[in-house]
């Protein structure tokens, strides 16, 4: 019922920059927050960045200070602006958001994910 599309990835090398988009779709009545996730090979799956329906803004600290997430309510889209990025920032980005439909409380849906890769 709400579909997460992503797009923005690619291959870059140490100290480029990438932003992401996703854009959400759907009967949706509302959206509480949305937020960028990451999982690198052989790793655990780890919040990056997240933003809430109040601007409420969380980052993981090796993230902080090198990427930006914002948000376009009208368009239901959020952006993670990636700067100086590093080697260690690979692995796949995904979006999630806590929406709700019509005549349904909220629930996470995440979309299908985007490779990033930082190498020299």
């Known amino acids: 019922q709400v579909q997460l599309v992503e797009s923005g990835g690619g291959l870059v090398q140490p100290g480029e920059s990438l932003r992401l988009s996703c854009a959400a779709s759907?009967?949706?009545?509302?959206?509480?927050?949305m937020g960028w996730y990451r999982q690198g090979p052989g790793k655990e799956r780890e919040l990056v960045a997240s933003?809430?329906?109040?601007?409420?803004?969380n980052y993981t600290d090796s993230v902080k200070g090198r990427f930006t997430i914002s948000r376009d309510n009208a368009k239901n889209t959020v952006y993670l602006q990636m700067n100086n990025l590093k080697p260690e920032d690979t692995a796949v980005y995904y979006c999630?958001?806590?929406?709700?439909?019509?005549?349904?409380?909220?629930?996470?849906?995440w979309g299908q994910g985007t490779q990033v890769t930082v190498s020299s």
């Open positions: 759907g009967s949706i009545r509302s959206i509480n927050a």
């Open positions: 999630k958001a806590r929406a709700a439909v019509v005549m349904s409380p909220y629930y996470d849906y």
């Open positions: 933003i809430t329906s109040g601007g409420r803004l």
